[in-house]
């Protein structure tokens, strides 16, 4: 998805942070055009309801609500994934607020669409100002709680316990589940992509096992072996020319693909730990926050 580096989890993990945790939209029926809006979008027919909140705008352009509005606008251009779009009419939004409260709120939705975009540190920058120096406790935590979320989708393990420690933990969420997975993803023996090239050129197939894929490494050995032997064979029988088109086009080729192998099975092992425990945590947070709304909805 748009969300950084290509994780397959990234709809996944977009889908629980809009969800659970963003657009806090309240309706607002004063006027029958917006009322006509908020039915819509809560139909989710997202284009139909921008089309009446542009309507209603462009005839009240002076109207009060517009913070409001444009947020709306955001929301259902976020569902529709049209992630510039979304940022535009949020940026409409904070030009709108009537008070500091809202814009920071506003800004807070804003991090959401970069965190969307693939641009954490832009988010982050956001999220890091707005959670430690608002003055509104709502706006803080939601702060917080997206800056612990985006820190995690970045996969910086000792960044998100240091923040779940300091703002989630006696705040939020409280869980000996959730401390130990952020205290092994902190210790993942990641592998190094070089030290496993460096070792299949050394030895073909090292890189494989270095990496725990064993039954490549095997291949990769026996394979470069082979062609390895079938070269000195030759050249030690005098066959040159066989020699060099063995090493040409089937030493050379496998050797070197068994270096590149190597490098990006390590990538691969890299992020698929790290996308683990990135699943592992999210899911944890989304359980916890369908229990809070259940709760909510019970106690109504």
Same mark, same amino acid.
């Given at each position: 998805?748009? #969300?950084c580096?290509?994780c397959?989890?990234?709809?996944y993990?977009?889908?629980?942070?809009? &969800? @659970?945790l963003?657009?806090?939209?309240?309706?607002?029926?004063?006027?029958?055009?917006?009322e006509?809006?908020?039915?819509l %979008?809560?139909?989710? #027919?997202y284009?139909?309801?921008? $089309?009446?909140y542009?309507?209603?705008? #462009? #005839?009240?352009?002076?109207?009060?609500?517009?913070?409001?509005?444009?947020?709306? @606008?955001?929301?259902?251009?976020?569902?529709?994934?049209?992630?510039?779009?979304?940022?535009?009419a949020?940026?409409?939004?904070?030009?709108?607020a009537?008070?500091?409260?809202?814009?920071e709120?506003?800004? =807070?939705?804003?991090?959401?669409?970069y965190?969307?975009?693939?641009?954490?540190?832009?988010?982050?920058?956001?999220l890091?100002?707005?959670?430690?120096?608002s003055?509104?406790?709502?706006?803080?935590?939601?702060a917080?709680?997206?800056?612990?979320?985006? &820190?995690?989708?970045?996969?910086d393990?000792?960044?998100?316990?240091?923040?779940?420690?300091?703002?989630i933990?006696?705040r939020?969420?409280?869980? =000996?589940l &959730?401390?130990?997975?952020?205290?092994?993803a902190?210790?993942?023996d990641?592998?190094?992509?070089?030290?496993a090239?460096?070792?299949?050129?050394?030895?073909?197939?090292?890189?494989?096992f270095?990496?725990?894929?064993?039954?490549?490494g095997l291949?990769? %050995?026996?394979?470069?072996g082979?062609?390895?032997?079938?070269?000195?064979?030759?050249?030690?029988?005098?066959?040159? $020319?066989?020699?060099f088109?063995?090493?040409?086009?089937?030493?050379?080729?496998?050797?070197?693909?068994?270096?590149?192998?190597?490098?990006?099975?390590?990538?691969?092992?890299n992020? %698929? @730990?790290?996308?683990?425990?990135?699943? $592992?945590?999210?899911?944890?947070?989304?359980? =916890?926050?369908?229990?809070?709304?259940?709760?909510?909805l019970?106690?109504?």
């Open positions: 998805m748009i #969300f580096r290509g397959k989890w990234r709809l993990c977009l889908k629980i942070i809009l &969800l @659970v963003i657009f806090q939209t309240s309706i607002m029926a004063e006027d029958p055009l917006l006509l809006a908020d039915s %979008m809560l139909a989710r #027919f284009s139909d309801a921008i $089309t009446e542009y309507r209603y705008s #462009f #005839f009240n352009s002076h109207s009060s609500c517009l913070d409001g509005i444009y947020s709306k @606008v955001g929301f259902c251009f976020a569902n529709q994934m049209k992630w510039d779009d979304a940022i535009e949020i940026d409409k939004s904070i030009f709108y009537q008070n500091d409260s809202l814009m709120q506003r800004n =807070v939705d804003r991090s959401v669409m965190l969307a975009l693939g641009n954490i540190s832009k988010a982050q920058f956001y890091k100002e707005i959670a430690s120096s003055a509104y406790n709502n706006v803080r935590d939601r917080s709680i997206l800056l612990f979320l985006s &820190l995690i989708l970045n996969h393990w000792q960044a998100a316990y240091d923040t779940y420690e300091l703002e933990k006696n939020h969420i409280e869980s =000996v &959730l401390e130990s997975t952020l205290i092994n902190i210790n993942i990641y592998k190094s992509p070089t030290i090239s460096f070792l299949s050129t050394l030895i073909p197939g090292m890189g494989q270095y990496n725990g894929r064993w039954l490549a291949n990769a %050995m026996a394979l470069n082979t062609f390895g032997y079938l070269t000195i064979n030759s050249l030690i029988k005098e066959r040159y $020319t066989s020699g088109l063995v090493f040409i086009f089937l030493f050379q080729r496998y050797y070197n693909g068994n270096r590149y192998q190597a490098y990006y099975h390590a990538i691969e092992h992020e %698929m @730990v790290n996308s683990y425990y990135e699943k $592992t945590i999210l899911d944890y947070i989304q359980s =916890v926050y369908d229990i809070n709304q259940t709760s909510a019970r106690k109504r």
